[in-house]
């Protein structure tokens, strides 16, 4: 049933010549690596992350408050944040993206209600580390 789509892109796999889709991480055939999946949330920030590195802010996290209507409203836009200061609650941070710009702070301790507002709670951001290569190099 299934129509054989004309023009796929592919890529042959060095290990075993299979023919692979393009976007495969992983040889179908011989388990050949191609490349590393980066999406692991970094966990030990204060360890992994330091001034001048890259993160990516996952929508959908970080401090939000609860409307009447039960819904969460987020603070924090994602993107790519360059990381400025790292302190003992979270991360000094400036947006580098459309959306996201000028300075925010990353809390990244404990989940907690907000001490300024009841519906408002503090929540760890999701991060995934960012290695943004410029340009010319390879
Ligand atoms: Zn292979």
Known sequence: MAKKKRGQPLKSCPECD?????????CK???????????????????????????????????YYIKESGE???????????VKHIRDDGIVAIGTGRICHGYEFLYMGKEKQSS???????????????????????
């Open 72 to 82: 969460k409203v987020y603070f924090t836009n994602p993107g790519v944040y360059l």
């Open 29 to 63: 055939k011989c388990g050949f690596v191609f490349y590393k999946k980066k999406k692991k949330f970094i966990e030990d920030w204060k360890e992994e992350l330091k001034p001048g590195d890259h993160v990516r802010v996952v929508g959908r996290s970080g401090t």
């Open 18 to 26: 299979a023919q692979c889709h393009a976007r495969l991480a992983t």
């Open 116 to 138: 300024m507002l009841d519906s408002m709670y503090n929540s760890p951001h999701k991060l995934i580390g960012v290695s943004l290569k410029r340009k010319g190099e390879s």
